[in-house]
């Protein structure tokens, strides 16, 4: 298994970003995807999920209205649209899936700052 993020970078407060992890190493479309963040000196934290069949899962309230999460199945490809980004949004962005262990890609570090 293996996960590989993208697309973090720097942006300005109420600056966009997307986010893709590209899946490889079992069959993705049959498995729920979930991206997690990590900021620094904090612990890793849930964000937002997506069932195999497309539908969004729970997102953390600090998120909602602002983070949209789809995938591809035909490119393995899972994406996090982040709009209206927060300072309070800086962290390493982790994409996962559960296998009977759980998988990480690197992370993707996403800041948000003047």
């Known amino acids: 298994v293996q996960l590989v993020e993208s697309g973090g970078g720097l942006v300005q407060p109420g600056g966009s970003l997307r986010l893709s992890c590209v899946a490889s190493?079992?069959?993705?479309?049959?498995?729920?995807m979930r991206w997690y963040r990590q900021a620094s000196g904090k612990e890793r934290e849930w964000v937002v999920g997506i069932t195999s069949a497309g539908d969004r899962i729970n997102d953390v309230d600090s998120v909602k209205g602002r983070f949209t999460i789809s995938r591809d199945n035909a490119n393995n490809t899972v994406y996090l649209q982040m709009n209206s980004l927060k300072p309070e949004d800086t962290a390493v962005y982790y994409c996962?899936?559960?296998?009977?262990?759980?998988?990480w890609g690197q992370g993707t570090q996403v800041t948000v700052s003047t």
């Open positions: 996962n899936v559960r296998r009977g262990v759980e998988f």
């Open positions: 190493g079992f069959t993705f479309s049959t498995y729920t």
